[in-house]
């Protein structure tokens, strides 16, 4: 992980491509890697391969389905590599199981595997490039993007999938609400912890925190309000330490994270300009889980073109009605668990009734 990617150049790119494809994250690699070998695609992405994100690295049944096709190697999962969950709800002092099995990862070591799998499929791709400006015309869309020097590219269809803080999005859809996640990772002490945890407290972020172990280590993380995010981590430690020994932390991170607040955010994007993954809205309300709508939304969008690229749009529209049922669900899901009335009784409602243990979570 320790090498940097080589790329082509800007220079070196042709003047127009069938598709040109935005961020080169679980999204953008796997639309790339399900894409026919017919068409001219480009991939671009603002930072160098291999990189890294903050994140819980968390693969829920949907992407476990997905990864256990491609034959995934052990050097992107950590240990314990199955995770079962617990809530811990400050707010209403309950300590909680649910029958959950996620598969653990390390999210860089798991992006730079998806972008391995498409190295040698018939693409170029450009790193540490910027996108200056978008223009559609009626036979498609004219780029304008920079590294180390500026270019003009036409392409017949572009795809956002650079997340949270897309630019693609922004030329076809409203904005959405957003957080900041801040993520620590301290060494394994006295605790050996072997569960995810969850955690709610609406004195910290109406959103959701995390602790997950990570073989010598564990993360906590938190999606936390913009304005007042670095106080109200420094609250989470400092609730954390009365139940968890905190060292010395020994890397942070900080990302942003989107959240859709209604249907009206979920945007697959318009004419020929198509969002997948995070750009589009496709992440969960309530716990922040993107990677597997990333997955599922990036190989609708490579069907749809794959089998109509003259009229792919109502396909890519129709293949994730599911999709976006599913989002919806969540957003319901979210609204219940950012009031510690209704909280409660979901969190009761969805764990082990036989494991009733409760901590004194230090309110």
Same mark, same amino acid.
């Given at each position: 992980m320790s090498d940097y990617v080589n790329t082509t150049t800007l220079g070196q790119t042709s003047n127009q491509y069938d598709i040109v494809v935005v961020g080169a994250g679980p999204a953008g690699c796997f639309l790339v890697k399900n894409l026919s070998r017919d068409y001219r695609i480009l991939l671009i992405d603002r930072s160098l391969i291999p990189r890294t994100k903050p994140c819980g690295?968390?693969?829920?049944?949907?992407?476990?389905?997905?990864?256990?096709?491609l034959d995934p190697p052990d050097y992107i999962f950590v240990n314990p590599k199955e995770l079962n969950l617990a809530y811990m709800d400050y707010d209403n002092n309950l300590w909680k199981y649910a029958d959950r099995k996620f598969l653990n990862v390390f999210r860089g070591p798991f992006?730079?595997?998806?972008?391995?799998?498409? /190295?040698?499929?018939?693409?170029?791709?450009?790193?540490?490039?910027?996108l200056l400006d978008v223009e559609v015309k009626p036979d498609g869309v004219i780029l304008k993007l920079k590294n180390e020097t500026v270019k003009q590219i036409k392409t017949k269809y572009l795809v956002g999938a650079d997340g949270a803080r897309s630019i693609i999005r922004r030329s076809v859809a409203a904005p959405l609400k957003q957080y900041l996640t801040i993520q620590k990772t301290y060494q394994m002490n006295d605790r050996k912890l072997d569960k995810a945890i969850f955690i709610f407290g609406n004195k910290i972020t109406d959103f959701y925190s995390w602790v997950i172990p990570k073989q010598l280590y564990f993360v906590v993380g938190s999606a936390l309000p913009i304005q007042d995010a670095n106080r109200k981590f420094n609250l989470l430690e400092k609730m954390l330490s009365k139940t968890i020994k905190l060292s010395r932390n020994i890397e942070i991170e900080a990302a942003l994270l989107s959240r859709p607040q209604s249907k009206n955010d979920i945007s697959l994007g318009k004419d020929n300009i198509f969002l997948v993954? /995070?750009?589009?809205?496709?992440?969960?309300?309530?716990f922040g889980e993107g990677i597997s709508f990333a997955l599922r939304s990036s190989q609708n969008l490579a069907k749809a073109l794959n089998e109509d690229f003259e009229s792919p749009r109502s396909n890519y529209n129709a293949i994730c009605s599911p999709l976006i049922e599913e989002l919806c669900n969540k957003i319901k899901k979210a609204e219940l668990l950012s009031n510690p009335k209704t909280r409660v009784d979901f969190l009761k409602s969805n764990s082990n009734s036989d494991n009733p243990e409760e901590l004194s979570l230090g309110k």
């Open positions: 690295g968390m693969l829920v049944e949907e992407s476990q389905e997905i990864i256990n096709k992006d730079y595997w998806l972008f391995r799998l498409i /190295e040698k499929k018939h693409h170029d791709f450009v790193s540490h490039t910027e993954g /995070e750009a589009a809205g496709m992440v969960s309300s309530s």
